[in-house]
């Protein structure tokens, strides 16, 4: 592994431990040149993912994109960051099981698991989510949305 901080190529592993989960292993290296610390993070990928946008455009899944959404959906809420992280994990694995055969992942999917994990997450996040998800333009559609929530029919 590479130190971010001078470019060496040969960093240590010190420390090795898992996520909550078990999806991730966090690894503590060392780089003999600097001397500096670092952390990283490894995961599993099944396969590559490739997401076909409403517009027909097929791009390369970006795990990062889908924190980025959740995390500005649950700013300034009392979300715990591992809560979140082990909901994009969830997100990320169930993924890589649709469609085995090689199948690639539309884009609406991916929002609706979005918006799904976050509902369980918060009620807040779950509605500034779905208000640029599904793009809500006037107080109105804030308002049918959450009347829809509070009967149960949203989805």
């Known amino acids: 592994m590479k130190c971010p901080y001078c470019g ?3 960093t240590q592993v010190k420390d090795s431990r898992p996520s909550e989960d078990g999806t991730t292993i966090k690894r ?9 610390r670092f952390t990283t993070l490894e995961r599993v990928q099944l396969r590559e993912l490739v ?3 409403r517009d027909g455009t097929r791009k390369p899944f970006d ?22 992280e082990q909901a ?6 169930e993924l890589e099981h649709y469609g085995t055969d090689g199948a690639d992942v539309p884009s ?10 976050l509902r369980t997450l918060d009620q807040v996040a779950y509605i500034r989510y779905a208000s640029v998800y599904r793009d809500f333009t006037e107080k109105g559609d804030f308002e049918a949305f959450v009347k829809h ?7």
């Open 8 to 10: 060496h190529h040969d």
């Open 28 to 36: 503590r290296r060392h780089c003999s040149h600097c001397d500096a």
């Open 51 to 53: 997401v076909v946008k």
């Open 63 to 84: 795990r990062d994109k889908i924190m980025r959404s959740m995390l500005m959906a649950t700013r300034k809420r009392p979300i715990q960051a591992d809560a979140l």
């Open 88 to 93: 994009v994990n969830r997100i990320v694995r």
């Open 108 to 117: 609406p999917h991916i929002g609706e698991m979005v918006m799904d994990a």
């Open 149 to 155: 929530m509070d009967g149960g029919e949203e989805r």
